[in-house]
């Protein structure tokens, strides 16, 4: 189970941008989080992937409170929730080949040996030629930086996946290509997912139950429009 | 038409700019190859002794057998600049890397922190720099007897602060990037972070700087020697040639002083011109601009 409880989160104290926010997904469910821009739902992406503390309120994963978060989180939770962001542009370290984006989570964590049969498996998943694998992301699109980001939340096995607008920089057969390559990794591994977007149509045919931020967040209190730093 | 012929008008003002680009990469360059080699070559290959005295020779203006003239105890001073400038080229190289080293490894590590750590670490780095940093220097090198190496980490010591800022600023604008992000929920370590993601992004930055930073050293370096701290007189530098010229350009004889002080000027523009073009390069809108 993946929980929030009560989570209020933001960048400064005074004004968060996350107020309450209480959210369950199960496992193996994929629940989307539909919202209008600038709510804070990238803010709770972040705080469900164990990047950014909350001001209060928990995260509770698979019966475990999260009491740390970022680096201070212990690796084994840090790396049970892949997640994929809206910009690959931004995801994507500019200096590294996309086999290499791709393996960073492997090398990071010790798994070397594990790094050439891996990466030839999720190219094959995510739809990623041997040729773009060699390449920089200067030299690919964003449709191809995103699947290479993908690849890389889905490298180490996560039990969670939060993908914050994946597909909102993407046309619609890419759309299609990454939304199928996540669902063919939950139907084998069993992996819940929170999908954020602000397209009902897609999260409503991608997830199995649909959530609006008005019904995340009690009561709508008048929130500055703030994008994440 | 309007159009196309502001089109041409940019185009041929980017091609007007990129040939001054590639004079100055060019002449900057040549001199500093040239420097460089003479520094590497000349002492070893010319079997002349820069501290031969020829007292019956001294204060000879510029001549075919001594083009740059000699000093007050007849020495000749272009093979005497060009040991000074082997000094001072040492002095400035070395000094500026460490400084640089220290710098980054300050920065980023404030930077890479966060927090309260960064704050420390940058009051300390505000503190110092509010000293002036030659006054600064003074104080390393009266620690130590005269010598390269007791100048070379006086020079060191004071120069790093700017770099320092550099790096943290550079550092804490990528830290909350999203690729750092990614890393981090990939179960990157702190250090890992740090070392395959930040530092690599910083280095150019870091490396223009240490670059700009040699001639500012090699100044360093002659400013400690003519205020006789730095190296002991009977070493040849830059600025122990000018001190050691003083005199004699009270008394009309102004090239034991000229052409120290052209060594000590040339390289600086030189590296200035070639740092400039670097900036250039490594900034991607000034690129888009030069591709036009």
Redesign the interface.
Known sequence: MLELRDVTAGYDRRAPVVRNATLTVAPGEAVGLLGPSGCGKSTLARVTALLHRPDSGHVVLDGAPVHRYRHRAPRAQRTAVGVVFQQPRLSADPRLRLTDLIAEPLRATGRRSSVPERVAELAGTVGLTPDLLTRRPHEVSDGQLQRACLARALVLRPRWLVCDEMTAMLDASTTAALVRAVEDYRTATGAGLLAVGHDRLLLNRWCDRTVHWDTVTPKRAPMPVRTPG | MADVTAVTASRTHGAARRSTHTLRLRVSAALIAVAVLAVLLVPPLVRLDQQAVDLAAELLPPSPTHPFGTDDMGRDLLLRCVHGLRVSLLVGVVAAFTATLIGTAVGATAGALGGWADRMVMRMVDTLSSVPHLLLGIFVVAMFRPGVWPVVVSVALTHWLSTARIVRAEVLSLR????I??????????W??TV??LL??VLPQAGLAAVLMVPHAMWHESALSFLGLGLPTHTASLGTLIQDARGSLLAGQWWPTLFPGLFLIIPTLAVAGLAGVWRERINPRRRSELML
Request: proline letters at 10%; charged letters at 25%.
């Open positions: 909350s990037r999203p690729y992000d990614a890393a981090v929920s990939g179960g990157a370590s702190r890992r972070v395959r993601h690599p992004a």
